[in-house]
């Protein structure tokens, strides 16, 4: 079973930086979009970025773009996360095989999430 296995997260200050990773344990998607979620307290998991099988950018959440920053490197998928804000505090998780719309959070495989804490 494939598995995804998220790490990176953390507390930092407010204008510093982090970098998620997201190893999945088997390349059984060759032509799936990757993407990026993420889940603020008491909110429903939003979309923050995507990027397909070639690891080509299809998206960002508007709130991110231009500070966030996915990589897709062989079997592991990047966040790298600058300028961080507290609304950027939540819970990010991975994902890969979407079943429809790559914004949507319906996915076939989910990481269990990390927890990222912004500091103000």
């Known amino acids: 079973q494939v598995q995804l296995v998220e790490s990176g997260g953390g507390l930092v200050q407010a204008g510093n930086s982090l970098t998620l990773s997201c190893v999945a344990s088997q390349r059984t998607f060759v032509d799936s979009t990757w993407a990026w979620f993420r889940q603020r307290p008491g909110e429903v998991r939003t979309f923050v970025a995507a990027?397909?099988?070639?690891?080509?950018t299809i998206d960002y959440e508007d709130a991110v773009r231009g500070r966030f920053t996915a990589r897709l490197v062989k079997d592991t998928l990047y966040l790298q996360m600058k300028n961080l804000q507290a609304g950027d505090t939540a819970i990010y998780y991975c994902t890969a095989q979407p079943y429809g719309a790559y914004y949507l959070p319906d996915y076939h495989y989910w990481g269990q999430g990390t927890q990222v804490t912004v500091s103000s």
């Open positions: 990027v397909d099988s070639s690891g080509r």
